[in-house]
């Protein structure tokens, strides 16, 4: 019996040490994905600071940018979990604390182009696969609004992950949300012109995330972000199967389906539902031209 009873021991005891070492792999792993540094040098993008630039980069900033970094863009509180820590959204304006006192033209490409902070390494959640495919024009008016918004002194909180939420990240239980890892930054998608057309509401499809939670064929997936429902098929083939253009308007507007379900807070509407009707025009006409796909399974 303790023969049974000491072998039962070193067995637990090296499944013990096993579990240990993977645990220890997976934060080391996460560590230096964390840490990892980029030398990409951005291709110059000019800044222009008229009207009409100015009013450009306004727009995307109130669909996308205010939605993290707050009205003001000084940023503030964005993830906070006993658990596994937290992480701001960081202070955009030139402002106490904030990156506009800093950030040269340059940088500010690095970032939201390439998904690369100051400091040569990745940003973390900020969208840049989906800002990747912003034109020149957009991404330069959104350079230049950020710039021009009033100060806000406001310090944020460098990022705090638990050993535990590294643990996970390295599982995949987050998706990827280090976007510098996965942008190919030596290629760049072209920009289609202004317009209702099919080509340009592809553009805003991609510039505004929807293959990143919808699947790349759009025919749904499910979003990595822990709770999230599974994104819809936006195909012929699936949710949108007998909307009107008038019903796309009334979900992206008022969050609301034809059949009356209520979007939730994982699907963007609130800031996607400011593009212009153009916007919005185009888009669904993208979308109804895609094939019909059957719903995805996972």
Known sequence: ?????????????????????????????????????YDIVPEPVTILTDAASLEIGK?????????CHGDDLGGGPFFDDPSLGYADAPNLTSG??????????????????HGINHDDTSVFI??????YYLSDADLGGIIAYVKSVPPVDRETRPRSLAPFAKVLYSLGAFG???????????????????????DYGE????????????GPQLNGAQ?????APFAPNLTPGGELIGWSEADFFKAMRQGVTPSGRQLGDSMP??????????????????LQSQPKLATATK
């Not at 900020?126 to 800002?131: A, E, I, L, R």
């Open 223 to 227: 979003p990595s972000e822990p709770g």
């Open 176 to 198: 990827n949300l280090l976007y510098a890892e996965t942008i190919q930054h030596d290629v760049r998608p072209p920009a289609p012109p202004v317009g209702v057309t099919v």
């Open 269 to 286: 509407w609130k800031g996607l539902g400011k593009m212009t009707d153009d916007e919005l025009k185009a888009m669904w006409l993208y």
């Open 96 to 113: 106490k604390g904030g990156m506009g006192g800093t950030y040269t033209d340059a940088d500010w490409v690095r970032a939201i182009r």
């Open 59 to 67: 727009h995307w900033a109130e669909i996308h940018c205010q939605t």
């Open 126 to 131: 900020m969208p840049s696969n989906d800002f």
């Open 203 to 214: 553009y805003l499809a991609n510039a505004n995330g929807c293959p990143s939670c919808h």
């Open 1 to 37: 019996m303790k023969k049974i009873l000491k072998w039962i021991g070193v067995v637990v005891g090296a499944l013990v040490g096993l579990i240990v070492l993977a645990l220890a792999g997976l934060y080391l792993s996460a560590e230096f994905r964390f840490n990892k540094t």
